[in-house]
């Protein structure tokens, strides 16, 4: 990095408990055992309220998994590639070629392995978090591609689409999304629920409301929205804001 060129500044804003906006300039390294060739930051974790792990990570030429990513009991796990490609699969697969927007989904237990044999440096989402059981329901290895899933219209507006990554069903107790807002494209509601969300920012540029603070955020930001949190976004600028981010579901809450 060498030295700063301006006096030190940041639009992170992380409010334990409550929401979290890291963007790009302030990630550092985190050396995380059983992966190498990777630079990888945490950006959402216990230690800030989310009941989750997410990384972003650059995968050099040559990195990979030297251990499944996440192969803890009782845990399931996420990878989505941002650009660039690379092998991955549930580590009980063979390897699967993803390119940009590819993604693979690997039940508890299982955990995601991944190489990079390109020639360049690859950009991808890891997450992880603890499983839920519902009676004999239990979720399967999904793969896929978000340029292969069609947008929906967001309740009944014009200028907002989603995607579903995860199948909607109660085997999954999460679920994956894309949200895409036109230019002046909002949410109907503010929004005060349970679920929680992290959320990178794909594309574009937004004004998100978070608790009683309104923020610009723009593409590479990272977002995190504890429960019951006030939330909801316009889109902004020339091209669609749009974000990848999770959500727990199809769960009660337990006492």
């Given at each position: 990095?060498?030295?700063?060129?301006?006096?030190?500044?940041?639009?992170?804003?992380?409010k334990?408990g409550?929401f979290?906006?890291?963007?790009?300039?302030?990630?550092v390294?985190?050396?995380?055992?059983?992966?190498?060739?990777?630079?990888?930051?945490?950006?959402?974790s216990?230690?800030?309220g989310a009941?989750?792990?997410?990384y972003?990570v650059t995968?050099?030429?040559?990195a990979q998994?030297d251990?499944?990513f996440a192969?803890?009991?009782?845990?399931?796990?996420?990878l989505?590639v941002?650009?660039?490609e690379?092998?991955?699969?549930?580590?009980g697969?063979?390897?699967?070629?993803?390119?940009a927007g590819?993604?693979?989904f690997?039940?508890?237990?299982?955990g995601?392995?991944?190489?990079?044999k390109?020639?360049?440096?690859?950009?991808?989402l890891?997450y992880?978090?603890?499983?839920?059981?519902?009676?004999?329901f239990?979720p399967?290895t999904?793969?896929?591609n978000?340029?292969?899933i069609?947008?929906?219209?967001?309740?009944?507006?014009?200028?907002?689409?989603?995607?579903?990554l995860?199948?909607?069903?109660?085997?999954?107790?999460m679920?994956?999304?894309i949200?895409?807002?036109?230019p002046?494209?909002c949410?109907p509601?503010?929004?005060t629920?349970?679920?929680?969300?992290?959320?990178y920012?794909?594309?574009?540029?937004?004004?998100?409301?978070?608790?009683d603070?309104?923020?610009?955020?723009?593409?590479?930001?990272?977002?995190?929205?504890?429960?019951?949190v006030?939330?909801?976004?316009?889109?902004v600028?020339?091209?669609?804001f749009a974000?990848?981010?999770?959500?727990?579901c199809?769960?009660?809450?337990?006492l």
């Amino acid at each position: 990095m060498g030295y700063p060129t301006d006096l030190l500044s940041t639009r992170a804003v992380v409010k334990p408990g409550l929401f979290a906006v890291i963007p790009k300039d302030g990630l550092v390294n985190n050396v995380i055992p059983g992966i190498t060739g990777c630079r990888i930051s945490i950006v959402a974790s216990p230690k800030m309220g989310a009941s989750f792990v997410q990384y972003i990570v650059t995968a050099e030429p040559g990195a990979q998994t030297d251990l499944p990513f996440a192969r803890e009991e009782g845990v399931e796990s996420f990878l989505y590639v941002i650009e660039g490609e690379l092998k991955a699969c549930d580590a009980g697969d063979s390897p699967k070629q993803l390119t940009a927007g590819g993604y693979v989904f690997a039940p508890p237990g299982h955990g995601i392995e991944f190489e990079n044999k390109s020639d360049r440096a690859c950009k991808l989402l890891l997450y992880k978090q603890k499983f839920i059981p519902c009676g004999d329901f239990k979720p399967h290895t999904v793969y896929g591609n978000v340029n292969d899933i069609p947008f929906r219209i967001y309740d009944d507006m014009e200028n907002v689409f989603i995607k579903d990554l995860l199948p909607a069903d109660l085997a999954f107790d999460m679920n994956m999304h894309i949200l895409s807002f036109e230019p002046g494209g909002c949410h109907p509601i503010v929004e005060t629920h349970v679920q929680e969300h992290g959320a990178y920012i794909l594309s574009g540029e937004g004004m998100y409301l978070l608790d009683d603070t309104w923020m610009g955020i723009k593409k590479e930001d990272f977002m995190w929205f504890g429960p019951y949190v006030a939330q909801c976004a316009y889109g902004v600028g020339r091209e669609p804001f749009a974000y990848l981010y999770s959500k727990d579901c199809n769960r009660d809450v337990t006492l």
